[in-house]
């Protein structure tokens, strides 16, 4: 696994300032397997301050040759697909088949995508005797996590790219080497110096910075809702824009004549997926009180099934947690649905049989889970799903946005109009109707914590303009 000792700054590979580095490890085995630079402040303020310079140029770029950057970066990740889903599968423990698929192909879509909104959007429209203009926003801070690194970094970069943005990246500490990744593809297709700058390093430092630079117009963050309001805090200093994707804890309602038999397992692979390391995860099932047994019967048969194993490991379907921290914040909150009385129907809070190396945890759910229990209350972010019973359709629509988060959610019934209406009831971002994929032309993005803003398709882009009016005579 190759390590990184410099940072991508105005074009260029840059020693960093500071001498620290920040180590990457694979959870799946618990060794070192890379590392990076910890970027300092001074680090930081030399890529602010390139993108600055870099800005009215590519600002005034036409969207066409700006598109035509996207479709080579496009074409570069697509080359590279491979190696990214390698990557990511070892910095973040996801299977290599599912991260090449999803970790590498996903980004890949996104970043296409971006050149023909670039040329497609409406820049120029008439209101009156106004003609009200889109213009980029300028300099761009963006922050993001470690559970779907490239996508969430690419979900930035592609739209502020098409806007005509300029943009500085602080990649995540645990799963830092896909972004690096991307800076040797920006690299390879010669994008104007100072468009594109990363500095990796901790949030504290690099991520503070960022937040409070004056010469930041917007920060575009994902993570944890913690950070996410102390970003907030520090941009509010001087009056940023901000957008924020944070935590969720999502509902799936299977109303009563669903078809058990398929939306159960797939409501438990919508929270399973990456080892539950999904912001918009299904982690609460909702299911008819009368059919809870039947519902529990298909779940403990289709998690008997399930192959724990290493993300290199031929056939693994679920592989660790990212972390040894996040392994025991996931066992404490396993522990606490046991000693809050919720039933145990598989998994537990001890380590996998055979896997002692490797931040491995069973996949776990509960049932007879009652909506004020904190399992069913908090974002756990690990293979754990909630089987919450209801009695009426109100109920469960009550249940379902019971919640401080609003990200996203799941309906299931025989009749798709049935379902539509009870989806429209959720206080949500996005609702998957019948098992309904995720789609890189809609927009993604929370209400209430969950965050604000939206990202991908034509919205994604929106959210990196300013608005002008000129006033005709
Ligand atoms: P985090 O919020 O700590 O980190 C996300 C990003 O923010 C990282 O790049 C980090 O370095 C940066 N950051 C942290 N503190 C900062 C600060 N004070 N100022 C500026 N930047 C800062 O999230 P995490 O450690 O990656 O994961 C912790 C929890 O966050 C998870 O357990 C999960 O609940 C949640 N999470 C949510 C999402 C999501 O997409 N909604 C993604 C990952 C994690």
Same mark, same amino acid.
């Given at each position: 696994?190759?390590?990184?000792a410099?940072?991508?700054?105005?074009?260029?590979?840059?020693?960093?300032?500071?001498?620290?580095?920040i180590?990457?490890?694979n959870?799946?085995?618990?060794?070192?397997?890379?590392?990076?630079?910890?970027?300092?402040?001074?680090?930081?303020n030399?890529?602010?301050?390139?993108?600055?310079?870099?800005?009215?140029?590519?600002?005034?770029?036409?969207?066409e040759?700006?598109?035509?950057?996207i479709?080579?970066?496009?074409a570069?990740?697509?080359?590279n697909?491979e190696?990214?889903?390698?990557?990511i599968?070892?910095?973040?423990?996801m299977?290599?088949?599912?991260?090449?698929?999803?970790?590498?192909?996903m980004?890949?879509?996104v970043?296409?995508?971006?050149?023909?909104?670039?040329?497609?959007?409406?820049?120029?429209?008439s209101?009156?005797?106004?003609?009200?203009?889109?213009?980029?926003?300028?300099?761009?801070?963006?922050?993001?996590?470690?559970?779907?690194?490239?996508?969430?970094?690419?979900?930035?970069?592609?739209?502020?790219?098409?806007?005509?943005?300029?943009?500085?990246?602080?990649?995540?500490?645990?799963?830092?080497?896909?972004?690096? +990744? =991307?800076? *040797? !593809?920006?690299? %390879?297709?010669?994008? @104007? $110096? /100072?468009?594109?700058n990363?500095?990796?390093?901790? #949030?504290?430092?690099?991520?503070?910075?960022?937040?409070?630079?004056?010469?930041?117009?917007?920060?575009?963050?994902?993570?944890?809702?913690?950070?996410?309001?102390?970003?907030?805090?520090?941009?509010?200093?001087?009056?940023?824009?901000?957008?924020?994707?944070?935590?969720?804890?999502?509902?799936?309602? +299977? =109303?009563? *004549? !669903?078809d058990? %038999?398929?939306?159960? @397992? $797939? /409501?438990?692979?919508?929270?399973?997926?990456?080892? #539950?390391?999904?912001?918009?995860?299904?982690?609460?099932m909702?299911?008819?009180?009368?059919?809870?047994?039947?519902?529990?019967?298909?779940?403990?048969?289709?998690v008997?099934?399930?192959?724990?194993?290493?993300?290199?490991?031929?056939?693994?379907q679920?592989?660790?947690?990212?972390?040894?921290?996040?392994?025991?914040?996931?066992?404490?909150?396993?522990?606490?649905?046991?000693a809050?009385?919720?039933?145990?129907?598989?998994?537990?809070?001890?380590?996998?049989?055979?896997?002692?190396?490797?931040?491995?945890?069973?996949?776990?759910?509960?049932?007879?889970?009652?909506?004020?229990?904190?399992?069913?209350?908090?974002?756990?972010?690990?293979?754990?799903?909630?089987?919450?019973?209801?009695?009426?359709?109100?109920?469960?629509?009550?249940?379902?946005?019971?919640?401080?988060?609003?990200?996203?959610?799941?309906v299931?019934?025989?009749?798709?109009?049935?379902?539509?209406?009870?989806?429209?009831?959720?206080?949500?971002?996005?609702?998957?109707i019948?098992g309904?994929?995720?789609?890189?032309?809609?927009?993604?993005g929370?209400y209430?914590?969950?965050?604000?803003?939206?990202?991908?398709?034509?919205?994604?882009?929106?959210?990196?303009?300013?608005?002008?009016?000129?006033?005709?005579?």
């Open positions: 696994m190759k390590s990184y410099e940072l991508y700054i105005n074009g260029q590979w840059v020693a960093p300032k500071g001498g620290e580095t180590e990457v490890i959870p799946s085995t618990e060794e070192v397997i890379g590392s990076v630079p910890a970027g300092t402040v001074e680090d930081l030399d890529a602010v301050i390139a993108a600055r310079n870099a800005f009215k140029s590519w600002a005034n770029t036409p969207a040759e700006r598109a035509s950057y479709k080579k970066l496009a570069t990740l697509a080359e697909r190696e990214i889903g390698k990557t599968a070892m910095e973040v423990g299977p290599v088949q599912l991260s090449t698929m999803i970790q590498a192909g980004p890949t879509a970043m296409g995508s971006y050149a023909k909104i670039a040329t497609d959007f409406e820049y120029e429209e209101s009156g005797n106004s003609l009200v203009i889109r213009e980029p926003i300028g300099v761009c801070g963006f922050i993001t996590p470690w559970n779907y690194p490239l996508h969430q970094i690419v979900g930035k970069v592609a739209p502020a790219l098409a806007a005509g943005c300029t943009m500085v990246v602080k990649p995540s500490k645990e799963a830092p080497l896909n972004a690096f +990744l =991307l800076a *040797d !593809a920006v690299d %390879s297709i010669g994008l @104007p $110096a /100072g468009v594109f990363l500095v990796s390093g901790v #949030g504290s430092v690099v991520g503070e910075a960022l937040s409070s630079h004056p010469e930041v117009d917007m920060i575009s963050f994902t993570g944890s809702t913690g950070a996410g309001i102390r970003v907030a805090e520090l941009a509010a200093q001087s009056v940023k824009r901000v957008t924020q994707e944070l935590g969720g804890k999502s509902a799936n309602i +299977l =109303l009563d *004549d !669903a058990f %038999s398929t939306a159960v @397992p $797939a /409501g438990i692979n919508g929270c399973f997926i990456n080892s #539950g390391q999904t912001c918009s995860a299904v982690t609460r909702l299911v008819p009180a009368s059919k809870q047994a039947e519902v529990i019967a298909i779940a403990k048969s289709f008997a099934n399930i192959k724990l194993g290493g993300a290199l490991e031929e056939g693994s679920l592989g660790p947690l990212v972390s040894a921290s996040q392994k025991r914040k996931v066992t404490a909150c396993i522990e606490k649905g046991i809050e009385g919720a039933t145990l129907v598989v998994g537990g809070p001890e380590t996998p049989e055979g896997l002692n190396r490797g931040y491995f945890v069973k996949p776990t759910i509960f049932a007879d889970v009652k909506p004020d229990m904190t399992i069913a209350k908090e974002e756990i972010f690990g293979p754990v799903l909630c089987i919450i019973p209801y009695e009426t359709e109100e109920q469960a629509i009550q249940i379902a946005n019971d919640s401080i988060y609003g990200l996203s959610g799941a299931s019934s025989a009749n798709i109009e049935r379902a539509k209406k009870v989806a429209r009831q959720l206080r949500t971002g996005q609702v998957a019948n309904g994929r995720f789609n890189i032309m809609a927009p993604f929370g209430k914590q969950s965050g604000n803003g939206r990202e991908f398709g034509k919205w994604g882009l929106e959210e990196f303009l300013e608005t002008k009016s000129l006033n005709l005579p």
